[in-house]
């Protein structure tokens, strides 16, 4: 199983960038939970937003209401739309995958920096 990120980069304060986690193996992201963090040097990674199989979704409160995670599951690819960016935005962001066998699969890490 492979997850691979896209998508991270420089952007403006009050800019915008789209995340992408596109997953192979094996596996599909239409039965599972699938989501993003995101870590600070420094600082624990913390959970940035998640969609379920039946498609509820769960943002940090830091988020709510600027980021947006979606999914195609024709593509087996999820996304995150991050509007209205914040320089305290900027971390690594990490794509993951949760099966319903308790299983966890990550992405490598996408950059985003935020410039104010």
């Known amino acids: 199983v492979q997850l691979q990120a896209s998508g991270g980069g420089l952007a403006q304060a009050g800019g915008s960038l789209r995340l992408s986690c596109a997953a192979s193996?094996?596996?599909?992201?239409?039965?599972?939970?699938v989501g993003w963090y995101r870590q600070v040097p420094g600082k624990e990674r913390e959970l940035v937003a998640s969609?379920?199989?039946?498609?509820?979704?769960n943002y940090a409160d830091s988020v709510k209401g600027r980021f947006t995670i979606s999914r195609d599951n024709a593509k087996n690819t999820q996304y995150l739309q991050m509007n209205s960016l914040k320089p305290e935005d900027t971390a690594v962001y990490y794509c993951?995958?949760?099966?319903?066998?308790?299983?966890?699969?990550w992405g490598k890490g996408t950059l985003v920096t935020v410039s104010s």
């Open positions: 969609i379920t199989s039946g498609g509820a979704t």
């Open positions: 993951y995958l949760h099966t319903v066998y308790g299983m966890d699969y």
């Open positions: 193996g094996s596996i599909f992201i239409s039965i599972n939970t």
